[in-house]
Every structure is written in structure tokens, then in C-alpha cells.
């Protein structure tokens, strides 16, 4: 089981899309726990106030560093378990595969969503393990990012997936984008299902996906293959993918 805690000025926000499928699924079988915390609570005064204008001047607000402090130290306090505190940011390390899998082994996450023009730098300094951005743009706030991260670690839980092998097939998961896959009927509109995928020839199935996989891989994103230990069977796939294309 993991359990996500979310820090967030807008926890309403998490409600519904948490809330279908296989992330409802698992919230109902006890894999995956989500509490959502009003960073609110731990402001002390009386408009309670999360904000405030930045040193230095410049425009917009940043959050202020007491109340994600305070919640964070109480948060601590309730459960044994120690958390990985994780602050969204577009500033840092870009979610992978490889970072969803390292995550889904935790017990207790701690999600601080930002807002405005982020947070004071003190929060990341001093009380963050690991900052994640979900990709190079910039969201209105950490919230739909924490979601995304959510559903991305969730599902490589065991027994999230109805089938464990769905994940270790995916695009990603061996730096490999997915190889095609296609569902009944065989024939629409004269577009034609592989006839190989027809075949039940399982050899033959798994070297097609095999070559489909390197050649959409080196057709779309040429950078994932640096990663991977190619074998000779691999390289002469690339090898004829090349020269189809002169
Ligand atoms: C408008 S952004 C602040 C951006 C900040 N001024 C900067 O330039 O780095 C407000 C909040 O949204 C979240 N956020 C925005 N883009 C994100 C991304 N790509 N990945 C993760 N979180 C993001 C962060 O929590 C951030 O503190």
C-alpha cells in the first residue's frame, strides 16, 4: 500500500479524477491511499494567508514557507512511516518511467502543489526530498502535475493493474515506445489487422512486436534508443528500419 498526502491550497481540485477506475479501484482494494490536506489549516492568521508578495520585488505572489513547514512537521508526526516529501515544480527532475517505478515502491508520499509564482526557495531548500515537473511548460499550479505523477506511480503498484504484464509491455518500460496493438474487427473499411497478430504463431507475434517496437522507437524518439542494450537480432532490425528509409 502507498499512501499519498497531498498539500495543496486547492484540495477540492482531487476529488473526481481520483475517483474512477483503476484509481478508485485501488483505493477500494487498499493499495492506494489519498488524503488531501488544506495548507489553509496551517497558516496562523486570520485571513489565513498562504501568500505573500516576493522579496525583491517582480510580480505575483509566493508561498509562504510557515505553512507548508507546519503542515509538513505535523504530517511527520502523525505516522511512523517516514515520508518522501516531493514538491512540484517545473524546475525539476522531468517525471520518467524509470522515476514512477522508483516511486511505487515508497509507503508514504507527501505532495506540495505550488501556486502563484511557486514557492519561497526555502521549501525547496530545507524541507523536500525530490522536486518533480511533469514536462517543460508551465501549469497554473502543482495540482493537476501531483495528479499526474498519482496516476503514473499508482499503476505500477502490484495488483493495481488487472494484468501486472500490461505495465512491463508498455511504452517506457524498457525504453522502448510500445509496439502496435489492434482489436477486433480484423478488416474496417479495407484497413487490415497484421496478419501475423492473426497467425496464434507466438513466435512469430513476439518478433514482430519486437521489430515494430525498435522501429517506431527509432522513427519517433531516436533518444530512448541510447539507453538500451540492443542485441545483435535488435541491431539488425535497425539496421533494415535504415535502410528502408534510403
Ligand atoms: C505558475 S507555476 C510557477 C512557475 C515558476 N514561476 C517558475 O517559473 O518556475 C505555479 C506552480 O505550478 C506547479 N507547476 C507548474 N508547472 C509545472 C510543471 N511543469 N511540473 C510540475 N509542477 C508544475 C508548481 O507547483 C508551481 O509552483
Not at 499512501?3 to 483503476?22: A, Q, T
Request: aromatic residues 6%; neutral net charge; charged residues 35%.
Amino acid at each position: 500500500m502507498i499512501h499519498f498526502e497531498i498539500l495543496s491550497i486547492f484540495p477540492e481540485m482531487f476529488v473526481s479524477p481520483l475517483d474512477f477506475s483503476l484509481l478508485k479501484k485501488a483505493q477500494k482494494k487498499k493499495l492506494v491511499k489519498i488524503s488531501l490536506h488544506d495548507i489553509r489549516d496551517w497558516a496562523d492568521d486570520k485571513h489565513r494567508m498562504t501568500d505573500d508578495a516576493p522579496y525583491g520585488g517582480g510580480c505575483g505572489m509566493v508561498m509562504k514557507v510557515e505553512p507548508v513547514e507546519k503542515a509538513l512537521a505535523e504530517l511527520r508526526k502523525k505516522r511512523k512511516t517516514k515520508p518522501t516529501v516531493i514538491l512540484m515544480t517545473p524546475q525539476g527532475e522531468v517525471l520518467n518511467q524509470k522515476i514512477a517505478e522508483e516511486l511505487s515502491a515508497k509507503k508514504r508520499i507527501i505532495i506540495i502543489c505550488g501556486r502563484y509564482e511557486g514557492v519561497d526557495e526555502r521549501i525547496r531548500e530545507h524541507l523536500v526530498d525530490r522536486e518533480i515537473s511533469i514536462g517543460d511548460y508551465i501549469l497554473t499550479g502543482g495540482e493537476m502535475a501531483a495528479m499526474v505523477l498519482i496516476d503514473a506511480v499508482s499503476r505500477l503498484i502490484p495488483d493495481v493493474l488487472g494484468n501486472p504484464q500490461s505495465a512491463e509491455s508498455e511504452s517506457f518500460s524498457h525504453d522502448l515506445l510500445e509496439y502496435p496493438q489492434y482489436t477486433r474487427p480484423a478488416q474496417y473499411k479495407g484497413w487490415k489487422v497484421p496478419d501475423v497478430l492473426l497467425s496464434g504463431h507466438h513466435a512469430d507475434i513476439e518478433l514482430w512486436r519486437k521489430t515494430e517496437a525498435l522501429k517506431k522507437t527509432y522513427r519517433r524518439r531516436p533518444d530512448l534508443l541510447q539507453k538500451v542494450k540492443l542485441s545483435a537480432q535488435d541491431k539488425k532490425i535497425l539496421d533494415d528500419a535504415k535502410l528502408d528509409e534510403i
